[in-house]
């Protein structure tokens, strides 16, 4: 089916995930549903078996790497909702990097372009491929009934202007000076060199202060 923009074109094309058919809702517009719509050709043959893909617990609004099928993508609507996943078209994978119309891109090589997360590694969060903008956090479920107790992974997304560096998503300072934080207005960025090298720490206004973008200060 076509997911279409608010002008009525075509956003990207998805395929409807496992044993789902692709069909019309009381209003018209496609949907993915567990039961064969009537007029489905019984000659056309079921759709292969595959691992069931859980949907992700959102950490934030946007779009998130499915942590073991390259191919599926995950939609979140907001914190702590459920996600919606679909699957990219035949011979396309999701591109962690995109910023085009589509989060889907051609296949090219299947160990770069097939990350999965490592939940045996130990370590807190953990990098998902060669990603710097999403990583992931494995932790047992606790109402598991399974020996030992199921896995279960949650993916996060850093914001603009910061990338993963393996423990949190640090600011990229990129020249001298003060810069805001896009999650806070009470504290900001500090970027310097030191020893030749730039780097950057989050400080925080004093009181009540809020950080003023255009003049660079708390104010």
């Given at each position: 089916m076509n997911i279409c923009d608010e002008t009525g074109d075509?956003?990207?094309?998805?395929t409807c995930a496992g044993d789902t058919y692709c069909t019309e809702d009381v209003a018209g517009a496609a949907t993915c549903e567990l039961d064969q719509p009537a007029d489905c050709d019984d000659e056309v043959p079921s759709p292969p078996e595959t691992t069931p893909i859980e949907p992700l617990v959102c950490t934030a609004e946007g779009f998130f790497p499915d942590p073991y099928e390259c191919n599926v993508f995950h939609y979140c609507s907001g914190y702590g909702l459920q996600s919606d996943f679909q699957t990219c078209p035949e011979n396309t994978v999701f591109n962690p990097e995109f910023n085009s119309?589509?989060?889907?891109?051609?296949?090219?090589?299947?160990?770069s372009d097939c990350s999965q997360v490592d939940c045996t590694e130990n370590s807190v969060f953990k990098h998902f491929g060669t990603s710097e903008k999403y990583f992931a956090y494995c932790w047992e479920d606790p109402d598991s009934t399974a020996d030992p107790k199921e896995i279960k992974v949650s993916m996060f997304m850093c914001i603009e202007g910061t990338s993963f560096d393996g423990v949190q998503c640090a600011f990229q300072c990129k020249e001298e000076g003060n810069f805001a934080n896009p999650r806070s207005s009470t504290t900001y960025y500090q970027c310097y060199y030191a020893n030749e090298v730039l780097v950057g720490r989050m400080l925080t206004c004093p009181g009540s202060r809020q950080f003023d973008e255009n003049l660079k200060i708390c104010r």
């Open positions: 075509v956003f990207f094309t998805v119309s589509s989060p889907c891109k051609a296949k090219e090589d299947d160990e």
